[in-house]
């Protein structure tokens, strides 16, 4: 197995990971809400009155910042960015995740981060579980069907 060396970026995976557990806490200690991504959606999706309150001014404003932050011209967003690939494998690939999180009753973050930090047995398999599939998608992807996506 090959690392490529020249992409290996512990600095900024360091930095970033620090800064989503940042801003977890910041979200947790002021609304007392979880940052669990497909949960922040969900509501939002499921609001009865399509107006503007204060749960979901704060929703949106969480999900706009995920929309909009690869494209500020800062280096860290620049570097989490790839404009690069295929439309459809990542259209699939989100409805894929999407019906994950679905079936999981959460999505990584929600999980990974806020629902380790809690000691939740419940999180703790569906962790396991992302990795396991994460892990056996890029051995398929790269030794078993090399070629067949971009």
């Given at each position: 197995?090959?690392?490529?060396?020249?992409?290996?970026?512990?600095?900024?995976?360091?930095?970033?990971?620090?800064?989503?557990?940042?801003?977890?806490?910041?979200?947790?200690?002021?609304?007392?809400?979880?940052?669990?991504?497909?949960?922040?959606?969900?509501?939002?999706?499921?609001?009865?009155?399509?107006?503007?309150?204060?749960?979901?001014?704060?929703?949106?404003?969480?999900?706009?910042?995920?929309?909009?932050?690869?494209?500020?011209?800062?280096?860290?967003a620049a570097a989490a960015a790839?404009?690069?690939?295929?439309?459809?494998?990542?259209?699939?690939?989100?409805?894929?995740?999407?019906?994950?999180?679905?079936?999981?009753?959460?999505?990584?973050?929600?999980?990974?981060?806020?629902?380790?930090?809690r000691l939740s047995l419940r999180?703790?398999?569906?962790?396991?579980?992302?990795?396991f599939t994460g892990m056996l998608?890029?051995?398929?992807?790269?030794?078993?069907?090399?070629?067949?996506?971009?």
């Amino acid at each position: 197995m090959n690392i490529d060396w020249q992409h290996f970026t512990p600095w900024t995976a360091l930095g970033g990971g620090m800064l989503i557990g940042l801003s977890a806490a910041l979200l947790y200690g002021l609304t007392r809400q979880v940052a669990g991504i497909s949960g922040i959606f969900h509501a939002l999706l499921a609001l009865p009155s399509r107006r503007l309150t204060a749960d979901s001014a704060w929703r949106l404003a969480f999900l706009a910042g995920l929309l909009l932050a690869p494209w500020l011209p800062l280096p860290i967003a620049a570097a989490a960015a790839n404009p690069q690939g295929a439309l459809a494998p990542l259209l699939v690939a989100g409805l894929l995740t999407g019906y994950g999180t679905w079936m999981a009753h959460g999505c990584t973050s929600g999980h990974g981060i806020c629902g380790l930090s809690r000691l939740s047995l419940r999180s703790l398999v569906a962790v396991l579980c992302f990795m396991f599939t994460g892990m056996l998608t890029v051995t398929l992807v790269r030794h078993v069907l090399p070629g067949m996506l971009p």
